[in-house]
C-alpha cells in the first residue's frame, strides 16, 4: 500500500498569484499523477510526473499553467500559476506503486482544495 | 480511447432501500481495471473495489456488491439495506494497464442521497 500526503490541504488564493501544492508518499512509487476536480465535476488527469525528466501533459494542460517537478520516487509537486477563479478545484495526487501491472494498486492523496478570489 | 459512462446523476432512495449504481465502460486494451471511489460531503475520495479485467466473478463486501459483466462492459454497484451513511459521490473509473498505464478515467459521477 502507499499513503500519500499532501500539503496544503486547503487554500484561499488571490487571483495573478501561485501556489505549489506537495505530494509525499511514504514508500517509492513508480509513477505519480495529477488530478483536477472542478466543482460538482468528475476527476480530470493533469499530467503524469516524471521521475527526472519533464511531466508528459494531458490535452488542455500545459507546463506553463501547471509546472509539476518529480525530484524523486516519492515526492512530487504541482504548482498552480497566475490563478483565476476558473482554477478554484480540488487537486490531487495519485501513485501507482508497483512495477508489476498484475497487481494494479492506485492510490489518491486526500486532495488540495484550492480557492481562488 | 477510453470511456466511462454513468447514466445516473442523481439517486435518492429511503433509508434500507436498495440501489444499484450503473457504470458503462469503452476500452480498446483487454487488459484493464476497474474501479469505484466514494466522495462523502468531506471530499475525500475513498477507495471502494478495484476489479481487473480477467476477474468476472462478482464480490461482495458487507451491504456493498459489484457485477462486473464483459459482455456487456459493465460494473455495476449494489448496495444492500441502504443508510444514510451512504449518501455521497460515487464514481467508476477504468485504467488500462498497456496503453495508458495508470491513467485513471472517471465516470461523471452518481450523487447518492439516502433519506431517513
Known amino acids: 500500500s502507499a499513503v500519500i500526503s499532501q500539503k496544503p490541504s486547503r487554500d484561499i488564493c488571490q487571483r495573478g498569484t501561485s501556489l505549489t501544492i506537495q505530494c509525499q508518499v511514504d514508500?517509492?512509487?513508480?509513477?505519480m499523477f495529477w488530478y483536477r476536480q472542478q466543482p460538482g465535476q468528475s476527476l480530470t488527469l493533469i499530467a503524469t510526473a516524471n521521475q527526472g525528466s519533464e511531466a508528459t501533459y494531458e490535452s488542455g494542460f500545459v507546463i506553463d499553467k501547471f509546472p509539476i517537478s518529480r525530484p524523486n520516487l516519492t515526492f512530487s509537486t504541482l504548482t498552480v500559476s497566475n490563478m483565476s477563479p476558473e482554477d478554484s478545484s480540488i487537486y490531487l495526487c495519485?501513485?501507482?506503486?508497483?512495477?508489476?501491472?498484475?497487481?494494479?494498486?492506485?492510490?489518491f492523496g486526500p486532495g488540495t482544495r484550492l480557492t481562488v478570489t | 480511447a477510453q470511456k466511462v459512462t454513468q447514466a445516473q446523476t442523481e439517486i435518492s432512495v429511503v433509508e434500507k432501500e436498495d440501489v444499484t449504481l450503473d457504470c458503462v465502460y469503452e476500452t480498446r486494451d483487454t487488459t484493464y481495471y476497474l474501479f469505484w471511489y466514494k466522495q462523502p460531503p468531506s471530499g475525500e475520495l475513498v477507495f471502494l473495489i478495484r476489479?481487473?479485467?480477467?476477474?468476472?466473478q462478482n464480490e461482495i463486501s458487507g451491504r456493498y456488491s459489484w457485477n462486473f459483466q464483459k459482455s456487456t462492459s459493465s460494473f455495476n454497484f449494489t448496495i444492500t439495506a441502504s443508510q444514510v451513511v451512504d449518501s455521497a459521490v460515487y464514481f467508476c473509473a477504468l485504467s488500462e494497464v498497456f496503453t495508458n498505464a495508470g491513467k485513471s478515467t472517471f465516470g461523471d459521477g452518481t450523487t447518492l442521497t439516502v433519506k431517513p
Open positions: 514508500s517509492q512509487v513508480t509513477m
Open positions: 476489479r481487473n479485467s480477467f476477474d468476472e
Open positions: 495519485s501513485v501507482l506503486p508497483g512495477r508489476d501491472r498484475s497487481s494494479y494498486e492506485q492510490y
